[in-house]
Nanobody
Framework: QVQLVESGGGLVQAGGSLRLSCAAS????????MGWFRQAPGKEREFVAL????????RYADSVKDRFTISRDNAKNTVYLQMNSLKPEDTAVYYC???????????????WGQGTQVTVSS
């Protein structure tokens, strides 16, 4: 089992930045690919970014490419999502997820955090 706890969400003005963190405990963090997803009210959960176990492969949703950066520190059992140039449409609950295989599909992930709210005002 892997337990995931997100932090770093909040309220920010459009154009601002936030850094989300996801701290993992339990089994070996470095064994897991990590993903970030988000869900806005009334919408389905959508893929944001993923990073493989070693960080050697990273993928972003087109909507966040060039604005968001995913990274991980296996020594700290933590994955990050640096979000710059935030837009009102980025408003959502952001979730981190872990699985042995990297995937942009939420149904592929076995472990999820509780989510952290990000609100971007215009």
């Amino acid at each position: 089992q892997v337990q995931l706890v997100e932090s770093g969400g909040g309220l920010v003005q459009a154009g601002g930045s936030l850094r989300l963190s996801c701290a993992a405990s339990g089994r070996t963090f470095s064994s897991y690919a990590m993903g970030w997803f988000r869900q806005a009210p009334g919408k389905e959960r959508e893929f944001v970014a993923l990073i493989t176990q070693s960080g050697g492969y990273i993928r972003y949703a087109d909507s966040v490419k060039d604005r968001f950066t995913i990274s991980r520190d296996n020594a700290k059992n933590t994955v990050y999502l640096q979000m710059n140039s935030l837009k009102p449409e980025d408003t959502a609950v952001y979730y981190c997820a872990a699985d042995l295989l990297p995937s942009p599909l939420s149904q592929e992930y076995d472990y999820w955090g509780q989510g952290t709210q990000v609100t971007v005002s215009s």
